[in-house]
């Protein structure tokens, strides 16, 4: 199954999409875009386009496991998402992915405006190999 995960920003969106066997996730892009609704349709349209079967949206949950204005935010895009291109959307934690994402862009020395160019499709890719492992570990794929 082809899915499509999204680290939603406020102004710039990660993407990431695995192959159909669900082996491996790459980087799909990042979308600068700070308007709420456009982000959603330009995203919806990526996933669209990458013929995806399922989106996955990172959900930003607090550290005790509660949900803040964030992630309430990417509750509300995962929605929109849902209903704009009528694929199942799953909210998965994504609790320090971006943080993760650091780490690594740090091990490959990945500086200045590339290093803020990736980092959120980095955030993207961790989200979806996170969820990609959560579907082979339960029989899902």
């Not at 330009?42 to 949950?61: D, F, H, L, N, S």
């Not at 496991?65 to 704009?84: I, N, T, V, Y």
Request: charged share 25%; proline share 3%; net charge neutral.
């Amino acid at each position: 199954m082809i899915l499509f995960a999204v680290d939603f920003g406020d102004v710039r969106t990660g993407w990431a999409v695995c192959d159909k066997t669900e082996l491996l996730a790459s980087p799909h892009g990042v979308l600068t875009e700070p308007d709420f609704q456009l982000c959603a349709e330009k995203t919806a349209q990526a996933a669209m386009a990458a013929r995806a079967e399922e989106i996955v949206v990172g959900y930003p949950k607090n550290m005790d496991g509660s949900c803040g204005e964030r992630a309430q935010k990417c509750e509300s895009f995962a929605a929109m998402l849902r209903e704009l291109t009528q694929l199942p959307v799953t909210l998965w934690d994504e609790r320090c992915t971006t943080v993760s994402a650091h780490r690594i862009l740090n091990e490959t020395n990945t500086r200045g405006k590339k290093r803020k160019a990736v980092v959120d499709a980095v955030a993207a890719v961790l989200i979806l190999e996170s969820y990609m492992g959560y579907r082979k570990s339960n029989g899902l794929r």
